[in-house]
């Protein structure tokens, strides 16, 4: 698949290679890489995941029950489930996930949340997302294409980097939030939310479980454009009182919402914003 930055077009290859074709005073360089293709780089070794890999689901969720799980080049499209995780649902029995190189297309749930992809939990439980394309998801609530609710401490990750979340739909009741993310460690960094629509928040929400002084979550060299609050408000928001965020180099334009109540983005937190672009 492809996404693209304002500099950089990336382009995925069927043997997991991804080729960067950038654009720098008119002179074209193509450089290749290899992609990481093991659980281990991120986790660390002897936990011996279940790997999901170079699958294509369509019309049936995939609901793993391992530990340790691993989803690596998978093309999820046109399902639809009525309860949360409508293409892929981690349940308690799944401490860790890794998401990588995967696309998530017109993937539905009428439930509360994750059109894509929902792991909600509570203690020792970690989830890493990167390269990820979602396209065209819905759900009841909240998270169209992603939904991860994880209560733990700071020593455990809920990450997400290097994606393109597109083209989520106004479906179901009050959807909001292309992500929707909970946890004490939340980094984002870049990622590009683009017309994406939803009741409100059609961008994303990162939900900090704790006060603390320490920053809670990083939103960082991310492109945030053209996105519709259609019926509602704000574009992004960040949570929890007390908590400690940070916008840091983002580009965040020409969004919009019906509704004159609040702003672009609202916090319920400490929040920091530098080098970052908001028109």
């Not at 080729?19 to 720098?24: A, C, D, H, L, P």
């Not at 799944?94 to 017109?106: N, R």
């Not at 019926?231 to 007390?242: A, D, F, N, Q, T």
Request: glycine content about 8%.
């Amino acid at each position: 698949f492809i996404f693209h930055t304002p500099f950089y077009l990336f382009v995925f290859d069927a043997e997991g290679k991804w080729f960067i074709i950038s654009s720098t005073h008119r002179k074209m360089e193509i450089q290749t890489y290899l992609l990481k293709e093991t659980f281990e780089d991120v986790y660390g070794p002897g936990l011996n995941p279940t790997n999901y890999t170079r699958t294509e689901y369509s019309g049936t969720r995939l609901a793993p029950t391992a530990n340790n799980v691993y989803v690596y080049d998978c093309f999820f499209h046109d399902i639809s489930y009525s309860s949360s995780g409508g293409a892929l649902n981690c349940g308690s029995s799944v401490y860790k996930l890794l998401i990588e190189q995967s696309s998530f297309f017109s993937c539905k749930t009428s439930g509360y949340g994750g059109g894509g992809v929902c792991f909600s939990n509570s203690g020792n439980y970690e989830c890493v997302m990167s390269k990820i394309c979602g396209f065209g998801c819905s759900c009841g609530n909240c998270g169209t294409c992603v939904y991860v609710s994880l209560y733990n401490s700071a020593n455990y990750r809920n990450h997400v980097n290097d994606s393109t979340f597109t083209h989520s739909l106004k479906d179901g009741k009050s959807p909001r939030d292309s992500i929707y993310l909970r946890s004490d460690n939340m980094l984002v960094p870049s990622n590009n939310f683009t017309n994406n629509e939803c009741y409100y928040c059609p961008a994303f929400c990162c939900d900090s479980t704790r006060s603390s002084t320490s920053e809670t979550c990083v939103i960082s060299y991310c492109s945030i454009v053209n996105n519709t609050a259609n019926g509602g408000y704000k574009c992004i928001r960040l949570y929890h009182s007390g908590s400690t965020h940070r916008v840091d180099t983002c580009n965040i334009i020409n969004n919009k919402q019906t509704s004159s109540e609040y702003g672009t983005i609202y916090a319920y937190a400490n929040i920091l914003i530098k080098d970052s672009c908001i028109l």
